[in-house]
């Protein structure tokens, strides 16, 4: 029987999905996180804090949502209408991932919960790190009887903000060891090019011929150190087809699979945009699930989301929400163990 364990940590909540098969998804509500899923097979194939209080700080973002916007933006400002705001330069002289206090530090409120599912709700106030406007934002997330997770994120405001959310999860399939033989395979032709700090240009480039052509199966290892010092960091414009057959809205987006276990995630999504991150930065200062060190390359993210730095790139579409409008983005993680 689907169930639903909950379990109160101070003024925070943590809430287990499961369904009928085994398969379970716990959140937690600081940075309205992911902070396990375990497959049917028993497999535990995300990242996750040993200790819950570690969400608090959670400098490695794992499991949070992001915002108000994901990535980095070029020199901490933007301008609407004419007026610049600056924001929190937390990665200096840029600003990443929300800044200094992002959603992923917040308490979010539980505000809709079943055995399948949860809906945590936050009210980011007008000048939160620097954005304007106040922005009411939920994040739901949805266990379904097909091994999936659903992640859907809503937002509205009361004067234009951008806005750009996803969630950081870092996957491992094998439960344990690194992920440099997991295969990878991405439904995109294109990337978005970086400067040194890592900010995209407003260029598109081709995948074909570099090391981040994954539209055929390749393994993390395979390539990684010809990508950067650190591995893949890259954003990804996912092609328009093909779509998930319950829901043409959904793109196929990328299928990650652990040759050893014969687990597998395909990741489908409303998003334009896919960040492929392997983990280059963690470096073993805190400890995961099973109490050792999170370390280099033990999990990689596949974070979807808009174009990063949209908002001072004109080439890029717009990430600006305004009021009346309402934010919406929708990513299923499907999950299939086949031993």
């Known amino acids: 029987m689907s169930h639903a364990f ?18 379970s998804v716990s959140t937690f509500s600081t940075g309205a996180s992911v ?13 996750g804090y040993k200790d819950l209080e570690d969400y608090s700080v959670n400098s490695l973002y794992i499991g949070c949502t ?38 992923n530090k917040l308490t979010w409120r539980v505000t809709a919960q079943s055995e399948t599912s949860v809906t945590y709700s936050l009210l980011s106030p007008d000048s939160d790190q620097g954005y304007p406007g106040n922005l009411s934002v939920t994040a739901t997330y949805t266990v379904t009887p097909n091994n999936e997770l659903i992640i859907e994120y809503r937002a509205s405001t009361d004067k234009p903000t951008p806005v750009n959310l996803t969630n950081h999860t870092y996957f491992n399939l094998a439960g344990q060891g690194d992920i440099l033989g997991h295969t990878l395979t991405l439904n995109a032709d294109n990337y978005t090019p970086t400067d040194d700090n890592l900010v995209p240009t407003g260029d598109l480039a081709s995948v074909r011929g570099t090391p981040l052509d994954f539209l055929s199966s ?48 395909e990741v489908y999504t409303n998003q334009p945009c896919v960040q492929l991150y392997q ?20 999990g990689l993210c ?22 009346g409008q309402e934010y919406y983005s929708k990513t299923v993680w499907r999950f299939t163990c086949t031993r």
């Open 66 to 103: 992001v915002g108000r916007c994901t990535n980095r933006t070029a020199n901490a400002a933007f301008t609407i209408g004419g007026v610049e705001y600056p924001i929190s330069a937390n990665v200096a002289p840029n600003h990443l991932h929300g800044g200094f206090v992002g959603f």
């Open 35 to 47: 902070t396990d899923i375990k497959l049917p097979n028993g497999t535990h194939v995300v990242l």
């Open 279 to 298: 983990g280059g930065y963690l470096d073993g200062s805190v400890n995961g699930l099973d109490g050792s060190p999170i370390l280099k390359y033990t």
């Open 218 to 265: 390749h393994t993390i290892g395979e390539r990684y150190q010809q990508a950067s010092d650190v591995g893949y960091d890259n954003n990804f414009c996912i092609n328009a087809t093909p779509t998930l057959e319950s829901d043409p809205n959904l793109k196929y987006t990328a299928k990650l699979e652990e040759p050893t276990t014969g687990n597998c995630l």
């Open 302 to 323: 596949l974070e979807t989301q808009k174009h990063p730095n949209a908002i001072n790139q004109p080439r890029f579409p717009s990430t600006l929400l305004c009021p």
């Open 6 to 23: 909950i379990c109160m940590l101070h003024t925070t909540m943590a809430i287990t999905l499961a369904n009928a098969n085994g398969f």
